[in-house]
């Protein structure tokens, strides 16, 4: 897989997230006379956001309608599950119930009902009372929304197969290539990473928790910057694994870009409970107690930092509760099965992944997905979930939009 870096090439992308290697895939689709090739910082790919998700594609019910979310997640769902099932990778369309457990849910539960129909979110069922038992026998609801679309995968997977395709396709993966500098020169950037440097006409730039570091690098606007939002989740013990069928979530707040805290049922029959959404002082915090001086550093420094705790602290207590406490998390996860006690999740064997988050100069979360173009590059600020789902489509509008810019031809 790790191939060396090669001193030149026509298109280069920096990160080898499923991002970076859906953009590395449709680009050898589309140039296949151009040289390409992909720099990843660690020995390995999709190591971090990649590795460390909820595994689950979305059909696209929550986002905004006309958002780049609602469309390429819609879109990207559709064209992964093709994906999957040509490429023989393992997944699951097991479907998933929406829960509102309590009257002011109620309402934003229609509303996201709404949503899903102007995002052409296919096959949308609204449950009550018995017929909710009949999906998840074990969940409480005043009403819930079932997407019969929505599916598991390992997303590690896939971007391993997108990999394989760039490799196909005559690119190189070159891993142990972290990008320390990004030099624009007059018909070139000159990229420095650890294991030399590559000459490259153009770049796209998929970074994901360090993005915005990368932006800065090569000329662009600081706003937004990237502040990490760890995820943990703990894992149900066996025994009681029966409780969750499928998928299941809560109404999620609409002023926070996360979902809350569900219940994911993966291929391996594992059933994690989870994620918490707290800030944490370093980009790769994946033990809470992991701090980097330069991550604190930058998410201190960061006037939007200051703006968002403001407006949003309530919501940071109790994501610090969730984070310190099994009992509060499991808590979270019993609104939705009142079954569930803290004596149900494993004691140890939990995990986190930690959201590669867009934060504005004034304190807003950016909730679509975000690019920017600069010299010679193009840089994706903001990817996170649903991104994994719509890597195919988000794939398709980066080099469309790279086209433009850079006057691409075939
Ligand atoms: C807890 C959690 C749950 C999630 N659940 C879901 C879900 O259920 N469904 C879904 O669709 N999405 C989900 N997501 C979101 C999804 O995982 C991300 O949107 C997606 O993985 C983003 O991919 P990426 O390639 O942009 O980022 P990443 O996977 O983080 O990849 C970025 C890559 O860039 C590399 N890199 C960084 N800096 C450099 C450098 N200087 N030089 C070279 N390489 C560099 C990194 O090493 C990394 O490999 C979840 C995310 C988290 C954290």
């Known amino acids: 897989m790790s191939a060396p870096a090669p001193a030149r090439c026509d298109l280069a992308v920096v990160g080898a997230g499923i991002v970076g290697l859906a953009v590395a895939r449709e680009l050898a689709r589309r140039y296949p006379r151009a040289s390409l090739c992909v720099l990843e910082r660690e020995q390995q790919p999709a190591t971090h956001q990649t590795g460390h998700s909820s595994g689950v594609i979305h059909a696209g019910i929550y986002y905004r309608p006309g958002s780049l979310k609602a469309r390429l997640c819609v879109d990207g769902a559709r064209e992964l599950y093709v994906y999957c099932a040509e490429r023989a990778i393992e997944h699951e369309r097991c479907g998933k119930l929406i829960l509102a457990t309590d009257e002011p849910q109620l309402a934003r539960l229609r509303e996201l ?137 809560p109404t999620p707040d609409p002023s926070l870009p996360f979902l809350g805290v569900h219940l994911t049922r993966h291929l391996d029959g594992d059933v994690l409970v989870g994620p918490t959404a707290l800030i944490v002082g370093a980009r790769d915090a994946y033990d809470l107690r992991r701090v980097r001086r330069h991550d604190l550093r930058d998410t201190l420094a960061w006037p939007g930092t200051w703006r968002m705790l403001r407006r949003f602290w309530p919501a940071g207590v109790s994501e610090l509760r969730r984070s310190t406490s099994r009992a509060a998390l499991v808590a979270a996860a019993a609104r939705l099965v009142p079954a569930l006690s803290v004596d149900d999740v494993e004691p140890r064997g939990g995990f986190a992944g930690v959201r590669a988050q867009a934060l504005a100069r004034d304190g807003r979360l950016l909730d679509d997905f975000s690019f920017s173009a600069g010299e010679r590059a193009l840089h994706v600020r903001n990817a996170p979930s649903p991104a994994a789902t719509a890597s195919l489509a988000i794939a398709r509008h980066v080099c469309e939009r790279a086209e433009r810019a850079f006057g691409l031809t075939a």
């Not at 390992?154 to 070159?174: H, I, W």
């Not at 990008?179 to 990229?191: E, G, I, M, Q, Y």
Request: glycine share 10%.
């Open 113 to 249: 009902h709404g949503r899903g129909q102007a995002n052409s979110v296919g096959e949308l069922r609204w449950l009550e009372g018995a017929q909710i038992e009949h999906v998840e026998p074990h969940a409480r609801a005043l009403a819930a929304l079932h997407s019969p679309s929505t599916g598991v995968v390992d997303f590690q997977d896939v971007a391993r197969a997108y990999a394989s395709d760039v490799a196909e396709a005559g690119g190189v993966v070159a891993c142990g290539c972290g990008v320390t500098a990004v030099d624009v020169r007059a018909r070139s950037l000159r990229l420095s990473h650890a294991r030399g440097q590559t000459e490259a006409t153009h770049a796209i730039f998929c970074a994901g928790a360090w993005s915005d570091r990368l932006a800065v690098a090569a000329g662009a606007d600081p706003d937004p910057r990237i502040v990490p939002f760890r995820g943990a989740y703990l894992r149900l013990v066996p025994e009681r694994r029966h409780l969750v069928r499928s998928l299941i979530y």
